[in-house]
């Protein structure tokens, strides 16, 4: 049974996200966790910690930044790294950092969309939906094994992970800490 059950958790959790964000998460998220062995205090309050920070507690399934901050995924080295094309079409913004832990670049995309059975390449968008934002966050999680360093406490190194660094490391923690007290009881 998952730990995380009521609007009035993710709220406490997420304060800033809108009642009808936490309304729309909820399902998707308890559902999420639960496929992808999220299931333990210590893993669900990492993960809705670094979910949490990432979508700027549900407020941005898209990442920020203008067509000249994106196009740095369109050529060059990262985005080679990403998987998306050295030509300049677009594609670093077609393929720009979405859902609750921002997957970013094409690779990731064909991964995840084959792992959830949809086609991400041809509907990035549908990482923008609560359903396959959670659903891709907990595959992004399981996928880089952040259960067994949760199970550690190793936050800092789920962050490097995650985000290459530790950007938003307060945030994170903070939400880190009131998820662990509230998931507890």
């Excluded at 992808?36 to 920020?64: D, K, P």
Aim: net charge neutral; charged share 20%.
């Amino acid at each position: 049974m998952p730990l995380l059950t009521t609007e009035n958790q993710l709220t406490l959790i997420l304060p800033l996200a809108k009642p009808a964000a936490v309304r729309a998460f909820l399902r998707p998220l308890i559902d999420a966790m639960a496929a992808f062995g999220i299931n333990t205090v210590a893993r669900q309050a990492a993960y809705l910690a670094q979910i949490g920070h990432e979508s700027g507690q549900f407020n941005f399934l898209h990442e920020l930044g203008g067509n000249a901050y994106l196009a740095k995924y369109d050529t060059g080295k990262l985005a080679a790294q990403l998987g998306n094309t050295s030509e300049e079409d677009g594609d670093g913004q077609l393929y720009c950092g979405r859902g609750l832990i921002q997957i970013t670049g094409r690779r990731n995309y064909e991964l995840c969309g084959f792992a959830l059975g949809v086609d991400l390449v041809q509907q990035p968008q549908l990482l923008e939906q609560p359903l396959f934002a959670a659903l891709s966050a907990a595959w992004y999680w399981h996928n880089n094994g952040l259960n067994e360093l949760a199970d550690k406490g190793a936050f800092d190194a789920i962050t490097r992970r995650i985000n290459g660094g530790q950007n938003g490391r307060d945030d994170r923690r903070a939400i880190w800490a009131r998820a662990g007290q509230i998931l507890k009881g």
